[in-house]
């Protein structure tokens, strides 16, 4: 479904990624772990479209996204691909409702649509009573689970998560790990972690090790 080719990528004088080959498959949840500084992110940013490879092919189904830019690429991201990262990056002055609805809206989706989609999801993690709450009367646990669901809105290939349990306690990560499987059982979805929590790596169907920029 997605593939990384021979993808190389430095910052200055410090090569980060050095010839990194990567695939992941429809309906996998993947893992990447390693030290800090082995290109995990980087390599989650490039696959994800967020930053650009200095050499190298990464490959979405029949789309070559490196030649992808501007507007056209911000479409492809929006439609096809869901982020989710330690730190929630909620809208504070909204919703947990317009937080989910607004890459739909992004996406030029009928409102009413949007919002009937980000009900269910919010049934779906068991946070409807948090529908007109902020990002401040929320908990850890519920912030996180409301940019799941924005994640999921427009109903991607895959999601990206970067650090996702980083910023949870230990109970919340456990519910964040087992969502993440009921999602795949429930919408096939694909997922690619970079994480340093052990339990949900091993839960994974692949784990990827990465050292010293490259998938060892």
């Not at 929630?88 to 409102?111: D, Q, S, V, Y």
Request: aromatic share 6%; proline share 3%.
């Amino acid at each position: 479904m997605i593939t990384g080719k021979n993808i190389f990528k430095s910052y200055g004088n410090v090569e980060v990624l050095r010839g990194v080959d990567v695939e992941i498959s429809k309906g996998e949840v993947v893992s990447i772990v390693g030290p800090s500084g082995s290109g995990k992110s980087t390599l989650l940013h490039i696959l994800g479209t967020l930053d650009k490879a200095d050499r190298g092919e990464v490959r979405m189904n029949s789309t070559i996204l490196n030649s992808l830019t501007g507007k056209q690429l911000a479409a492809f991201r929006n439609k096809h691909i869901g982020f989710v990262f330690q730190f929630h990056h909620l809208l504070p002055e909204f919703t947990a409702l317009e937080n989910i609805c607004i890459p739909g809206w992004l996406a030029r989706r009928k409102k009413t649509e949007v919002k009937t989609e980000a009900l269910k999801l919010l049934d779906l993690l068991g946070l409807r009573h948090r529908v007109e709450n902020k990002p401040n009367q929320l908990s850890g646990g519920e912030q996180q689970r409301v940019a799941v669901a924005r994640a999921l809105i427009n109903r991607p290939d895959i999601i990206f998560a970067d650090e996702p349990t980083g910023n949870l306690d230990t109970a919340n990560a456990k519910d964040l790990h087992r969502l993440f499987f009921d999602l795949r059982k429930e919408f096939s979805q694909t997922f690619l972690v970079v994480t340093h929590n052990e339990e949900l790596a091993q839960l994974s169907d692949r784990v990827l090790q990465m050292k010293d920029g490259k998938i060892v």
